[in-house]
Nanobody, 122 residues
Framework: HVQLVESGGGSVQAGGSLRLSCASS????????MAWFRQAPGKEREGVAI???????TYADSVKGRFTISKDNDKQSQYLQMDGLKPGDTAMYYC?????????????????WGQGTQVTVS
C-alpha cells in the first residue's frame, strides 16, 4: 500500500519561511517525478515545483527564486523549502509522485497524492 504523508505546514507572517516534507511508503518513490502542488480556496490546483530522478527541477513562475524542491532517495522523501512567503502563497499544499512530466505538470495527473498540508501566510 503506497502512502504519501506531508508535514510542515502552518501559519507564518509574510516574508517568513516554511519547509514542507513528504514521506513516502511503499514503492511510490520509484516514479520518475516528484512534485508539489497547491490549491487555494476557489482556485484550481496548480503545480508549484517538480523534480525528476536526475534532480532536474522546474518551478512555477510565481515561486521561482523563493521556493526550492529537493529529495532524499534514501529517506524516500521530498521537500519544499519556501522562503519569502507571501499572502498569495496561502493554500493547501500536496505532494505527488508520477511517471509523466506532461501529465503531472500540465494536467495535474499523478500516480499518488498526499493528503495535503495547509500553509497560511498573513
Amino acid at each position: 500500500h503506497v502512502q504519501l504523508v506531508e508535514s510542515g505546514g502552518g501559519s507564518v507572517q509574510a516574508g517568513g519561511s516554511l519547509r514542507l516534507s513528504c514521506a513516502s511508503s511503499g514503492n511510490s518513490f520509484s516514479r520518475n517525478y516528484m512534485a508539489w502542488f497547491r490549491q487555494a480556496p476557489g482556485k484550481e490546483r496548480e503545480g508549484v515545483a517538480i523534480i525528476n530522478s536526475d534532480g532536474v527541477t522546474t518551478y512555477a513562475d510565481s515561486v521561482k527564486g523563493r521556493f526550492t524542491i529537493s529529495k532524499d532517495n534514501d529517506k524516500q522523501s521530498q521537500y519544499l523549502q519556501m522562503d519569502g512567503l507571501k499572502p498569495g502563497d496561502t493554500a493547501m499544499y500536496y505532494c505527488a509522485v508520477g511517471s509523466s512530466l506532461l501529465q503531472m505538470w500540465f494536467h495535474q495527473i499523478a500516480d499518488y497524492w498526499g493528503q495535503g498540508t495547509q500553509v497560511t501566510v498573513s
